[in-house]
């Protein structure tokens, strides 16, 4: 069983920042890529950003120069660090990763439970 857990999100002011966890937990051999996504509701599921195992990144345009994606490998943790924020940046972010269970496994795809983030005043 392997589960990715967020946390991290909340209610925040425009031009504030926030910073999201991802843990993963489980019967884990490796992790390759992960991810950030985020959603609102009735629309499609974002690509927001991924880390690959070796730390290379990519961002989507929306959040380049403001969001940075980064990951600790011994913790088997996913970070996203958000800086100034927008109201069009609410939405439920979820992380994502390829994860193979054991040495002679493949990759599969997880994804954790999402955690809200609200950008008000």
């Known amino acids: 069983q392997v589960q990715l857990v967020e946390s991290g999100g909340g209610l925040v002011q425009p031009g504030g920042s926030l910073r999201l966890s991802c843990a993963a937990s489980?019967?884990?051999?490796?992790?390759?890529?992960m991810a950030w996504y985020r959603q609102v509701p009735g629309k499609v599921r974002e690509w927001v950003a991924d880390i690959t195992s070796g730390g290379s990144t990519n961002y989507g345009d929306s959040v380049k120069g403001r969001f940075t994606i980064s990951r600790d490998n011994a913790k088997n943790a996913v970070y996203l660090q958000m800086n100034s924020l927008k109201p069009e940046d609410t939405a439920v972010y979820y992380c994502?990763?390829?994860?193979?269970?054991?040495?002679?496994?493949?990759?599969?795809?997880?994804w954790g439970q999402g955690t809200q983030v609200t950008v008000s005043s």
């Open positions: 489980g019967s884990i051999f490796s992790i390759n890529a």
């Open positions: 994502n990763a390829d994860i193979r269970r054991t040495i002679a496994g493949v990759f599969r795809n997880y």
